[in-house]
């Protein structure tokens, strides 16, 4: 799978059944070559608007699946929301 067809994908939280967004970039092992993690965009700062100043950094082993639109993952989303930067 390519990096463009991730970014296609939507990321939803099996613990909550909500939509968390969309892939926006990976971060990669640059000595194996494997994935470390998957990033997200953040909510917004005002009611999902406005800029964004947080991300969700989803570690890989997170992922339970992958389908043809969307990623399925299992995390607790207070503990992978990062500041940006």
């Known amino acids: 799978?390519?990096?463009?067809?991730?970014?296609?994908k939507?990321?939803?939280?099996?613990r909550t059944c909500c939509s968390i967004g969309c892939v926006s970039d990976i971060d990669i092992d640059c000595?194996?070559?494997?994935?470390?993690?998957?990033?997200?965009?953040?909510?917004?700062?005002f009611c999902w608007f406005?800029?964004?100043d947080t991300e969700?950094?989803?570690?890989?082993r997170c992922v339970v699946q992958t389908g043809p639109d969307i990623i399925l993952v299992d995390i607790d989303?207070?503990?992978?929301?990062?500041?940006?930067g």
């Open 1 to 8: 799978m390519r990096l463009f067809e991730l970014r296609r």
């Open 10 to 14: 939507e990321v939803i939280n099996t």
């Open 31 to 45: 000595q194996t070559g494997c994935v470390n993690a998957l990033v997200v965009p953040g909510p917004g700062k």
């Open 50 to 52: 406005f800029g964004r």
């Open 56 to 60: 969700y950094i989803i570690p890989w």
């Open 77 to 84: 989303e207070e503990k992978v929301l990062k500041k940006c």
